[in-house]
């Protein structure tokens, strides 16, 4: 019994020299950090209510065809069709630009 306990002693001893082993963990990558060089479609809906085909065949240079947004409200954001966020209108120099204020 006793030769027992000194043979179990260098087993335990031998596990703990090699030390915590080191596990490679494979991390997912989103796709799209893959493909930054592939071309998207972004667009912006304004949804114009009570439009008729007459009122589009009556359009002419100078048309002003009234939105359902308010001024200060947020319009869609979509990349490729799908919803991506939400959107408002900002000038920035002489250009016409919108801020992004929420992500779906």
């Known amino acids: ?3 027992a306990m000194t043979s179990a002693k260098p ?3 031998a596990k703990s ?3 915590p082993q080191l596990v490679e ?4 990558r989103d796709p799209a950090e893959a493909l930054p060089w592939l071309p998207c ?3 912006l809906d304004i949804p114009v209510v009570k439009f008729t085909v007459g ?8 048309s002003v065809v009234e939105t359902a947004y308010h001024q200060s409200s947020d319009l ?11 959107t408002e209108f900002e000038v920035v120099g002489d250009r ?6 929420d992500l779906s």
């Open 1 to 3: 019994m006793n030769t």
């Open 17 to 19: 020299a090699q030390g």
């Open 25 to 28: 963990k494979h991390v997912e």
């Open 96 to 101: 016409l630009a919108v801020r992004l204020t």
């Open 55 to 62: 009122d589009l065949l009556s359009l002419e240079r100078g």
């Open 41 to 43: 479609t972004l667009a």
């Open 76 to 86: 869609p954001l979509r990349v490729n069709g799908q919803l991506v966020g939400w």
């Open 11 to 13: 087993a335990i001893e």
